[in-house]
Each structure stands twice: as C-alpha cells, then as structure tokens.
C-alpha cells in the first residue's frame, strides 16, 4: 500500500486513470515518440483526509522552459487576480513599504497588480518561459522552485513577507512540509499565506474528475489544510470559495494564534464532515460516477460520427488530456481541438494526438457540435461564440453529467 505524503500512514487508491501522459505536453509528432506516461491513481488518506495522486512524474517533466499554460490568456482570470490582489491589499493593510512573495507567478498576472500600484513584490516561477513573460512587465522573478532553502536564501536578499501567495500551485507540489517550513521562514508575524486551488467538495459534487492530472498532486479540503497547518505551527483562519477553475477555494493561513479563526473555517469543516469528506466510502463510490460520465460521452460521440456529423474540441486545456486519454477520445470522435495558446497551436494532444488548431481557424470549421474541454470557462466562452454558434451549432459539456446544449 502507498504511504500518505502528508502523515506517513499507509492509504487505499479509489480510482485508477490508466497510463496517463504528462497533461501540457503538447508535441509535434516527433516529439511524441516514444511518449512518456505514468500510472495514475488516487487514493484518499483516513488519518489526514488528504485526497492525492500515488505516483507523481518528475518536476521537471512537467514544468520547463516550454511550459505550455499561460494564465493571462483568460480575461476572465485577469479581473480575477486583479480583484484578489485588491483583497490583500486591504486585508494585509498594504503599502510602498510591504513585501510580497508569490509562489509560481506564471506570467505576472497577480503580481503586475501589485506592481502597478507601488507595492514591492516578488515572484518565484520555475517554468523559463513564463517566468520571462513576468519579467517583461518589470516583476522580479526567481525562476526556481519554491522551498525552505529557498525562502532562508529570500531572506538573504529581501525582508520577511508581508503575504505570501499563490494560485492553482500548492496543489501541484508534493513536498508540502518543505513548502509550509518555507513560508513559515518567510512569512512576518503578522503575515498572512493566501492561497486557492481546485476544492476537493467541488470535485466531488460535480464528478469533475478532469481536475485530476498530473500537475494536482493535491485536492485540498479545509480538513486536510487545517490537518497539513497544524503541523506546521500555522493555523488556517479563513476560506473562501472561487468559481474559477471549475470551483476552488481560497485558504488564509497564519502563525499559530496571531489571528482569529474566522467562522467560515468552522462552518465549512463541519459541512465537509456532512458530506463525507472524511470518510472513505465517499471516494470508493467515485469511480461510478466518473465511468458512467464516460460511457455516455462515448456513446454520444459515436452515434454523432455514425450520423455524418463533424464533431471539434474547444479548448486544449490541461484537464482536456485526462478526458481523452481515459476515455479513449481520438480524432476518429474529435477532428481537432482549437485554442488560442500559440504554444500548444498545430501541435498534438498528449497522449492521444488530437491535433491542435489555432483559434482563428475555429469561425472557418463549421462544425456541427462543439466539445466544451474548458468546461471551467464555459459561461465567457459560450457568451462569446453565440452569434457564431446560432441554433445550428451545439455544445457538448460533460460536467457534471453529458449534456448537449
């Protein structure tokens, strides 16, 4: 039996995805010989509640210098961070004289709010090209990963954090002790660590089992956060829930306390035991559900190819690479797969080999049904396409049942 990263005990995987490829790899065909894969499987740990990934491929297969996921590419993300920066600022009482540390920037896109308005800030990012991007708009950036040698080096340079944050990251580093001594080295007394990944309440209630790939180690909880803190000298004193990314939550740590227990964190441990959150049953059903999400797709899929239709992917996300390798989707259901990510454009899925289209093409295809992979954007996405979709074009989605809209 696997041993739980976080507390050591041993713990049962609840659902196993096969041979998976590395979810961003996006190739031509000749980088996608002899294909790398790992089996993925996850398990729920009883002792800390903790849901992850058994096996974890190697760090830098997954994040390097041709990183293929930029986060400015969404509008909707900008007014996002821009909105959570504007939260800190207020929380945190921020000012020319403050210090902020972001874990994994991307592109800047959190960070250049902060920039833009006098606050000094620094980003760790360990994929080159992104990191560069960061740079272009005047961020410092250390492009490496973030860990307690790290932040004592930090602290060689620069003064304690007034907050240190991050997005859609925690959840994809496996040496969580190593991150949490790190901020607590970091972090001032009076400093607060915000970060938000995909809910583990929401993968469930949705069966957005796409939120499983490589990079997500992790599917937090406030249980398993407050459980990982605790051991750390830190205490969880807030949560928020996100819509983005499909629906994530927002953690707000701080020393051990320093600062009161908000009643959010309260309500939502005793709504995650409500639900099940820690109890194992939970999960072991889980695999029911994702299989009958999949049988209907296929089924669907088949029948529209059987009937003449052309049937294209929208979106090549990360997520999209757990959905077509699972489930067995290739260009023989999907044609192609348009995005706007210049990285990933006339290059192949992982795994599968869809090819991917650039966006611009996407008006030009006229397709019959459209294969929503970036269901988490599906209400800026679908408000944009609606002229062009009419009555005559329609969507599919699959979360959190197979739908045509």
Not at 206 to 231: C, G, P, R, W
Not at 346 to 355: L, Q, R
Not at 357 to 373: A, C, G, H, Q, T
Request: net charge negative.
């Amino acid at each position: 039996m696997p041993k739980c990263l976080i507390c050591k005990d041993e713990y049962n995987p609840f659902i196993d995805f096969g041979d998976m490829p590395i979810a961003n790899s996006f190739g031509s065909k000749e980088e996608l010989v002899d294909e790398y894969t790992f089996r993925m499987k996850v398990g729920f740990c009883t002792s800390c509640n903790m849901v992850q990934l058994v096996n974890q491929p190697n760090r830098e297969m997954m994040f390097h210098e041709n990183y293929a996921f930029f986060s400015s590419t969404s509008n909707y993300m900008k007014e996002h961070f821009k909105d959570f920066s504007e939260s800190i600022s207020t929380l945190q009482d921020l000012t020319s004289n403050s210090f902020i540390v972001e874990i994994g920037c991307n592109d800047g896109i959190l960070l250049q709010n902060f920039e833009a308005s006098g606050v000094p800030c620094l980003g760790i990012e360990p994929s080159a090209n992104v990191a560069q991007v960061a740079l272009s708009k005047g961020i410092e950036v250390i492009t490496d990963f973030f860990d307690l040698t790290l932040a004592k080096n930090i602290l060689k340079t620069h003064k304690k954090a007034d907050a240190i944050l991050s997005a859609n990251v925690m959840c994809h580093i496996p040496y969580m002790h190593s991150i949490y001594e790190g901020v607590k080295t970091l972090l001032s007394d009076k400093g607060v660590f915000v970060f938000e990944d995909p809910y583990l309440g929401e993968v469930i209630e949705k069966t957005s089992f796409d939120q499983i790939y490589d990079e997500h180690v992790f599917l937090f909880s406030a249980l398993s956060v407050s459980y990982l803190a605790n051991m750390h000298n830190l205490e969880l004193v807030n949560v928020e829930a996100q819509i983005t990314h499909g629906g994530s939550m927002r953690y707000t740590l701080a020393h051990k306390g320093v600062k009161q227990v908000s009643q959010n964190v309260y309500d939502l441990i005793q709504h995650e035991k409500k639900i099940g959150l820690d109890n194992e049953e939970l999960f072991l059903n889980y695999k029911n559900k994702v299989d009958k999400i999949k049988g209907d797709l296929i089924e669907l899929l088949t029948q529209l190819k059987d009937d003449g239709k052309k049937v294209v992917g929208y979106g090549a996300t990360s997520k999209s690479t757990t959905v077509t390798n699972y489930f067995g989707i290739s260009s023989q259901l999907v044609d192609c797969i348009y995005d706007n990510t210049p990285i990933k454009q006339n290059k192949f899925s992982p795994g599968v080999h869809i090819p991917i289209l650039p966006y611009d093409e996407f008006r030009k295809s006229e397709p019959d049904y459209v294969l929503l992979f970036a269901w988490n954007h599906a209400a800026e996405i679908i408000k944009k396409e609606k002229e062009y979709m009419g009555n005559d074009k329609h969507w599919i989605t699959y979360i959190p049942e197979v739908k045509i809209d």
